[in-house]
């Protein structure tokens, strides 16, 4: 009895510890009699004892290296100290496994080596503006590199580039410059508009004030015409009215039939209305001369 339960025992403390679990995105990489056997992925195991081992074991999650600043030498002589982030997932457990001695140490060194050669190539001015182009480069580069590892590189990142500090006073005053060169533009073409409006506000004005000014003459025209037809038709008025009344009187007097004596003294007012004018000179019918008394009379008047 005692012997089943040594026996027991010791089946108990050979099984369970040779039980494993493998939790997602997880791999073991199982080594047997020395040799590569298989890997193992998510689920339980079972492990043989003293024969099958796990040689490592693998995340097959995306991670993440972010490298120190290292100094890198661009074509035009500058040395400037940029620091790379890589992000890279494991795609195959064996390989990583027995491709590389330490991958990661690796990988690295790969990407320090890369980025000298990329940035070798460049000149400051296209290393500060072409940075998706280096990262293009680079992961395209690495990702090549380290497929015989196992490894996929998904993205690679410049973090930060630090040129000399005399070119960094250099870029400095450059941005300034070029800051006040556009503020400056910018007031130039803001003045401009404002001349322009300023302008386009006189020459409307300018128009409404010409335009009033004409309607106004307009008006006044109106109105002076209108005066003149109303004077021209109160004169015809009063012309008519005399006529009217010099007709009125001459029809009033051939109705009262008037002698020769009436008649001659209607001439004699007429003379006096001639000789009301300007004339200095009057001739008296002769049959006229009996009343001579009147005539001197109209004369006088004439004269004075």
Same mark, same amino acid.
């Given at each position: 009895m005692i012997i089943f339960i040594i026996i027991l025992a010791a089946i108990i403390l050979l099984v369970i510890p040779?039980?494993?679990v493998v939790q997602?995105? @997880?791999?073991y990489v199982i080594e047997r009699?020395?040799?590569?056997? *298989?890997?193992?992925?998510?689920?339980?195991?079972?492990?043989?004892?003293?024969?099958?081992?796990?040689?490592? =074991?693998?995340?097959l999650k995306e991670q993440?290296?972010?490298?120190?600043?290292?100094?890198?030498? #661009? =074509?035009d002589n500058v040395t400037m100290q940029i620091d790379t982030v890589v992000y890279f997932q494991i *795609?195959?457990?064996?390989?990583?496994?027995?491709?590389?001695?330490?991958?990661?140490?690796?990988?690295?060194t790969l990407t320090a080596t890369t980025l000298r050669n990329i940035i070798g190539d460049l000149?400051?001015?296209? #290393?500060? #503006?072409?940075?998706?182009v280096v990262n293009t480069k680079m992961r395209a580069i690495l990702d090549e590199a380290t497929d015989p590892w196992g490894i996929k590189v998904n993205r690679v990142e410049l973090k930060n580039i630090l040129p000399p500090a005399d070119i960094q006073n250099s870029m400095? =005053?450059?941005?300034?410059?070029?800051?006040? @060169?556009r503020q400056s533009i910018l007031q130039a073409e803001g003045q401009k508009k404002s001349a322009i409006l300023i302008a386009e506000g006189e020459k409307e004005s300018a128009i409404l004030k010409a335009s009033a000014e004409k309607e106004a003459a307009i008006l006044r025209a109106e109105a002076e015409k209108q005066a &003149?037809?109303?004077?021209?038709?109160?004169?015809?008025? &009063?012309?008519?009215?005399?006529?009217? &009344?010099? &007709?009125?009187s001459l029809e009033m007097l051939n109705e009262k039939a008037p002698n020769d004596n009436v008649l001659k003294l209607k001439a004699i007012e007429a003379m006096q209305k001639v000789a009301d004018g300007q004339a200095t000179k009057i001739i008296i019918p002769s049959e006229m001369q009996g009343l001579v008394g009147l005539a001197n009379g109209i004369v006088e008047s004439a004269k004075q």
């Open positions: 040779n039980i494993k997602q995105s @997880r791999a009699l020395g040799g590569f056997h *298989t890997v193992w992925g998510v689920g339980m195991h079972f492990k043989v004892p003293f024969i099958d081992r796990v040689a490592r =074991k693998v995340s993440v290296l972010d490298y120190p600043p290292q100094p890198v030498i #661009t =074509k *795609t195959d457990p064996k390989l990583y496994c027995y491709g590389v001695e330490q991958p990661m140490m690796a990988m690295e000149e400051l001015d296209q #290393t500060l #503006t072409s940075r998706d400095e =005053k450059q941005m300034k410059a070029e800051r006040d @060169r &003149a037809i109303l004077r021209a038709d109160g004169e015809a008025a &009063a012309i008519r009215a005399v006529q009217q &009344a010099l &007709a009125d």
